[in-house]
């Protein structure tokens, strides 16, 4: 036996002994970045596909739960990057002018504002669920977008912009 | 820097439950695709069948076959049961053998003639240590292409198991569920 086909076996017990645990974080934390069941199951599927590939290859290191998630992150902003594509063609909602003051400035309605990033369009949900949701720092909410910082940066405030508009008006954004 | 108030959006991560049709259906396909990888162990692990230091068994399956060494070859091979012994019949016919695995016997002979020949399939059960192990003999027997008439599941009285038929007709189901020996516990 070959110290790669070694390693494989070791990861491949790994992922099967911590599939039960694993399963319902990685699940749990799909489900409320996404807001839709059926949604969370095939990423949360394909999250594990993704790991047993990276079993197999041998690129995977030690399974564990941080891991899991931060494959299965791939796999929502992947969705959500298919999503824009599809969006691509509606009409985009009028922006608020820049110098408009946030709502949240004096309270934030938590349940609120996060049922408007329901609402808003895939690219700028992305960015505000990594960076808000998700608590990333913006370097590595720009890695896991795969843009560069500064692009990062201005992504964040139109997405403020866009969440701004659809929180006070209830509309929705295609951005 | 003033705090951003959209801070206050952090979601921690709450784990949360999903279908158990869909838990279950997922770690069979995932065993399936990691079943080529984990062949190879379990060829060599033997903490599959070692706790045999118990009392020998006053039960004992004993299967004739049409092809006994086709049946040794399946239930070694796929199953891990290891011969305690093997005679052979002067025609070069198996004659007797004990096949073990954990605390039992299985004996396999090829079909003589007479009374001791006419037998018909039958149902083994095998009781395996925990999940794990049951879940490795389901990749083993998925890997090497064993007639799965039960998938893997989760059974209603609490076993978790799947269901095989082997060269010969007779049906094996393989799961967590042992019964004790006696009469029934008082409850």
New interface residues.
Partial sequence: MDAEAKTAQVAAEQLLDLYPRALPVVYGFLCSRCGDTALAEDLTAETFFDAVRAVKANTSGEITIAWLIVVARRRLVDHWRHQAVEDRHLQRVGEATPDSVDPWDDHLDVVRTRAALDRVGPHHRAALTLRYLDGLPVAEVAENLGRGLHATEALLQRARRALRVVYVEGGTDAG | MPAD???????P???????AL??AD??R???A??AP??A??LQ?DPTMTTDTSVAAPTITVAVPCDDARRMIDWMVDLLGFQVGELHEAPDGSVAHARLWWRTGNVFVSDRRPGPWGATGPVAICLAGDSD?EI?RLYARARQGGAEIIQELEDADYGSHGFGLRDPEGNLWAIGTHRPPAGPAPVT
């Avoid at chain 2, 991560?13 to 279908?19: H, K, N, S």
């Fill in positions: 108030p959209l801070d206050q959006l952090r979601l991560i709450a784990p949360l439950a999903p279908r869909f838990a997922l770690r396909r995932l065993l695709e990691l990888v984990l190879g162990r060599e794990a879940d």
